[in-house]
């Protein structure tokens, strides 16, 4: 009967494709919409696709409860499930306020202070911190494993969540890329956590995959709906949680070796560069010139269409999550 655990992927897959369906006609009725800047006419596409994820993972997530309560009366991995809901709902909320306050120009969104951003996405971590989530002690090399003991609860999830959330938010503005990264990442995380019997950290990565699968089929190029920080925050989040539940930290930050970078390309522009840039005889050109995103080695010089950056990025997140299984 272990097949029945199966079903929640499934659910998530299901509930995110009606989801975004109905979350696309919502958000045009309501106005909160933006102009995809890449395109030539610049056409206004609904913003905040993250609330149809958190949806698909949500309804996942709950499914696996009842299949674990009802039919194995398994219990003791619940705390951990809820915990990781209630933090992936906080983080899309505050994604969702920074999304809901749209320029006049409909250029952006404008929500949420720079400073702001880490400040309440460090509040999301309290669910994981008060059930002790994952595990405190940590192999550094040269030295073994250290026990950290209340350090990691109190300070290296909350570091691990805000770090991991505001990172993913950096890389975007490219139609799919976000979500097509996240596949990735997520997946490879999901399939190195079930190879190292790490059962409900690949659980969670399940979920969220098929979730993302689903949204994806609406946020390809050309999208019907954006992610907004409801969906990267999202993402960072879901990175996190998989990462501190299966203790597969160092597995996490050799996937996201691509953020670590962006990081460094947008520290050079205080963090103020936009990696989307301007539709130019069917190509994409940067707004800038010079590098301050991975995005602008694509669109410095006009050379690729957007759908070919979003495939080249794909494939950069798929060589560095394959990493993880080798190192």
Same mark, same amino acid.
């Given at each position: 009967?272990?097949?029945?655990?199966?079903?929640?992927?499934?659910?998530?897959?299901?509930?995110?494709?009606?989801?975004?369906?109905?979350?696309?006609?919502?958000?045009?009725?309501?106005?909160?919409?933006?102009?995809?800047?890449?395109?030539?006419?610049?056409?206004?596409?609904? &913003?905040? +696709?993250?609330?149809?994820?958190?949806?698909? !993972?949500?309804? =996942?997530?709950?499914?696996?409860? %009842? #299949?674990?309560? @009802?039919?194995? *009366?398994?219990?003791?991995?619940?705390?951990?499930?809820?915990?990781?809901?209630?933090?992936?709902?906080?983080?899309?909320?505050?994604?969702?306020?920074?999304? !809901?306050?749209?320029?006049?120009?409909?250029?952006?969104?404008?929500?949420?202070?720079?400073?702001?951003?880490?400040?309440?996405? #460090?509040?999301?971590? $309290?669910?994981?911190?008060?059930? *002790?989530?994952?595990?405190?002690?940590?192999?550094?090399? @040269?030295?073994?494993? #250290?026990?950290? +003991?209340?350090?990691?609860?109190?300070?290296?999830?909350?570091?691990?969540?805000?770090?991991?959330?505001?990172?993913?938010?950096?890389?975007?503005?490219?139609?799919?890329?976000?979500? +097509?990264?996240?596949?990735?990442?997520?997946?490879?995380?999901? &399939?190195?956590?079930?190879? *190292?019997?790490?059962?409900?950290?690949?659980?969670?990565?399940? !979920?969220?995959? %098929?979730?993302?699968? =689903?949204?994806?089929?609406?946020?390809?190029?050309?999208?019907?709906?954006?992610?907004?920080?409801?969906?990267?925050?999202?993402?960072?989040?879901? &990175?996190?949680?998989?990462?501190? $539940?299966?203790?597969?930290?160092?597995?996490?930050?050799?996937?996201?070796?691509? %953020? @670590?970078?962006? @990081?460094?390309?947008?520290?050079?522009?205080?963090?103020?560069?936009?990696?989307?840039?301007?539709?130019?005889?069917?190509?994409?050109?940067? &707004?800038?010139?010079?590098?301050?995103?991975?995005?602008?080695?694509?669109? !410095?010089?006009?050379? /690729?269409?957007?759908?070919?950056?979003?495939?080249? %990025?794909? =494939?950069?997140?798929?060589? /560095?999550?394959?990493?993880?299984? #080798?190192?």
């Amino acid at each position: 009967m272990l097949y029945l655990l199966y079903l929640a992927p499934i659910i998530s897959l299901i509930v995110t494709l009606y989801a975004t369906r109905i979350l696309i006609r919502y958000l045009k009725r309501i106005g909160l919409v933006v102009k995809d800047q890449n395109k030539e006419e610049k056409p206004l596409v609904p &913003l905040s +696709g993250g609330l149809a994820v958190m949806s698909g !993972i949500l309804a =996942g997530l709950m499914a696996y409860i %009842f #299949i674990l309560t @009802f039919v194995y *009366n398994e219990r003791t991995q619940i705390a951990q499930i809820l915990a990781v809901a209630t933090t992936l709902l906080l983080i899309t909320f505050i994604g969702f306020m920074d999304d !809901i306050i749209i320029n006049k120009t409909k250029d952006s969104s404008v929500g949420l202070r720079q400073w702001q951003k880490p400040l309440l996405t #460090i509040t999301t971590a $309290i669910p994981l911190m008060v059930i *002790n989530a994952g595990t405190s002690q940590i192999l550094i090399p @040269f030295l073994g494993r #250290i026990e950290l +003991g209340l350090i990691y609860p109190l300070l290296l999830i909350p570091l691990g969540v805000v770090g991991s959330s505001n990172m993913v938010n950096l890389l975007a503005g490219i139609n799919g890329l976000e979500t +097509g990264m996240g596949i990735i990442y997520i997946g490879s995380l999901g &399939l190195f956590a079930y190879v *190292n019997q790490r059962p409900i950290a690949a659980a969670i990565a399940a !979920i969220g995959f %098929f979730a993302l699968l =689903g949204f994806y089929y609406y946020n390809k190029y050309p999208a019907k709906i954006l992610p907004g920080d409801s969906l990267t925050y999202l993402l960072g989040a879901l &990175l996190a949680c998989i990462a501190i $539940i299966g203790n597969l930290e160092k597995a996490a930050i050799i996937s996201s070796i691509p %953020f @670590f970078l962006e @990081f460094i390309l947008k520290a050079r522009s205080r963090l103020t560069a936009q990696s989307y840039g301007y539709y130019e005889h069917g190509k994409i050109r940067s &707004l800038h010139n010079k590098i301050y995103s991975l995005v602008h080695l694509c669109t !410095i010089k006009p050379r /690729f269409t957007e759908k070919q950056i979003t495939l080249i %990025f794909i =494939g950069i997140q798929l060589i /560095f999550s394959s990493l993880i299984l #080798i190192v």
